[in-house]
């Protein structure tokens, strides 16, 4: 592809699968050397790490659970070890759940606030130590459903609107040494997809509602993901990028 993050290490979360390992190795494409975080997918993420490879890239796989500061604390050990400190985080790791009121219960609320919003906390918190006076970049992953809301998603939609807020905030608040972007994806075509929409009802009405009549692609994702991360958009913090196709659901 291209140099654009030529000698920079960067992290990225949930990066075994998907739209994860979809930046992954785009980054590796443009330059930098990728750090594939996985939670318990080890198999999936090597896959991903000896795909980079192949194509003359570098990177390492490392097993960390996002929820788990001391875990996050050795994931950016291990980056720096292998690569040097890291120069960009990607929080991709995520969960979602889509039940009624009526279902929602503790367990289904910690489950996604743990993992979707104390997980960013954690990892940028980290990755603004490494970052050091050099400054930084990290790059969020939202949902249009942060927007607009899914029948059945409350939660899910809640944990996607704090995690913009939560950008927002702290691209005021580091200054711009450290800038601070979300994507928001539409419904792209990844191995979830299926479990979440088996009946394709889902779909069928994203599409209805998109400019563009197709799903997205792991690929739209991750091109945006490269365009964030790199001095193209160096002017460019504390923003929302909406890749969804059009599509306001």
Not at 27 to 34: D, H, I, L, N, P
Request: glycine residues 10%; without cysteine.
């Amino acid at each position: 592809m291209g140099n654009r993050l030529e000698g920079k290490v960067a992290v990225v979360t949930g990066a075994s699968k998907g739209i994860g390992a979809e930046i992954a190795r785009h980054f590796a494409a443009e330059g930098a050397r990728v750090v594939v975080n996985h939670s318990n997918s080890a198999e999936k993420a090597e896959a991903v790490v000896n795909d980079i490879n192949a194509h003359g890239g570098q990177a390492i796989a490392v097993k960390a659970d996002v929820r788990n500061r001391e875990q996050v604390q050795e994931l950016f050990r291990k980056a720096t070890d292998a690569f040097g400190p890291p120069d960009i985080l990607v929080n991709n790791a995520g969960i979602y759940s889509f039940v009624p009121l009526k279902d929602v219960n503790e367990q289904h609320y910690r489950d996604l606030f743990d993992t979707n919003v104390l997980g960013i906390l954690n990892t940028t918190q980290e990755a603004v130590k490494s970052f050091g006076d050099r400054g930084g970049n990290v790059i969020n992953i939202s949902s249009v459903v942060a927007h607009t809301p899914a029948v059945g998603g409350v939660v899910y939609s809640a944990t996607k609107a704090a995690v913009e807020t939560i950008s927002r905030g702290l691209a005021l608040e580091l200054g711009g040494k450290v800038r601070v972007n979300v994507i928001a994806p539409g419904m792209v075509e990844t191995e979830g997809l299926e479990t979440l929409n088996p009946d394709q009802t889902m779909k069928d009405y994203v599409l209805s509602r998109s400019a563009i009549k197709r799903l997205g692609r792991p690929e739209d994702i991750a091109k945006a993901a490269v365009y964030l991360a790199s001095d193209d958009s160096s002017w460019v913090t504390g923003e929302t990028h909406m890749v969804a196709g059009g599509a306001r659901l």
